[in-house]
């Protein structure tokens, strides 16, 4: 029963692939559509997804998009970039005994780090063994040698940062993305935290993209919402 439970769990996260044709899934679409318009030259290949504080749905919202990408043809890696509570491994399902933390000590490689997801064009980076010192190791020259190596492997590589209040890590690793998704719950989020975290992006010079409202309700009797396949 458990088991089942926690299957439950991970198919209502990546909704995308368990309900690909639900209203929830089309509104990733419509975010990775905006996305893809916000660069059209092509050069956004990084995307930092963020939020201002836990349970926001940022980590669901960066697999969902992870999924989608791959869905649309492209190579994509996942990478979860909170070393501090990941929560990727579990949405994939996969093992977490060797991960980001790995590679930014140098004492794994690419190639033994990258797990498959069982879905066409994805793979995943977990956080790995959670370290002492989640920011030094963001700063570092091999998070920068990391995300040039990924660059060459891959045609999006999505993080998944820890929330931008809690800590300094979104920060960082938003200077160095080319672009940052900005989660915010319309019945969770502060708005004054709201504002406090994009001001702290800001003055990272992230380049934020937009700002996703996450559990937000819609009524059930409008056309467009039975259209998309929510009843199906």
Same mark, same amino acid.
């Given at each position: ?14 909704? &995308?692939?368990?309900? #690909? ?18 660069? #059209? ?5 990084? /995307?930092?997804? @963020? ?8 980590? &669901? ?29 579990? @949405? ?14 140098? *004492? ?8 498959? &997801? ?15 010192? #989640?920011?030094?190791?963001? &700063? ?26 809690? /800590? ?14 900005? /989660?915010?719950?319309?019945?969770? @989020? ?31 009797? *409008?056309?467009?919402? *039975? ?6």
């Amino acid at each position: 029963m458990a088991k089942k439970k926690i299957l439950q769990q991970v198919a209502r996260k990546l909704i &995308t692939r368990s309900n #690909p044709k639900s209203f929830v899934s089309e509104q990733y679409r419509t975010l990775r559509t905006n996305i893809n318009f916000s660069m #059209p030259k092509g050069e956004l290949q990084t /995307v930092l997804v @963020t939020s201002s504080s836990p349970g926001e749905g940022k980590s &669901t919202t960066a697999s969902n998009l992870a999924v989608l990408f791959a869905q649309e043809g492209k190579s994509v890696v996942i990478v979860d970039a909170d070393m501090r509570k990941p929560t990727a491994h579990y @949405t994939f399902h996969v093992t977490n005994t060797l991960g980001l933390s790995n590679l930014l000590t140098r *004492q794994s490689s690419i190639e033994e780090t990258v797990k498959e &997801t069982g879905i066409e064009g994805l793979h995943i980076i977990t956080s790995g063994p959670i370290p002492p010192n #989640p920011a030094e190791l963001l &700063t570092s020259i091999p998070m920068d040698m990391l995300i040039e190596d990924l660059k060459k492997r891959y045609d999006m590589i999505i993080f998944d940062a820890p929330p931008a209040l809690s /800590v300094t890590d979104a920060q960082v690793l938003s200077n160095k993305c080319d672009g940052t998704i900005f /989660v915010v719950s319309s019945k969770e @989020t502060n708005k004054e935290n709201a504002v406090k975290a994009k001001e702290l992006l800001l003055t990272a010079k992230a380049h934020i993209l937009g700002v996703v409202i996450n559990n937000y309700e819609l009524s059930k009797n *409008q056309d467009y919402y *039975q259209y998309y396949g929510s009843k199906e």
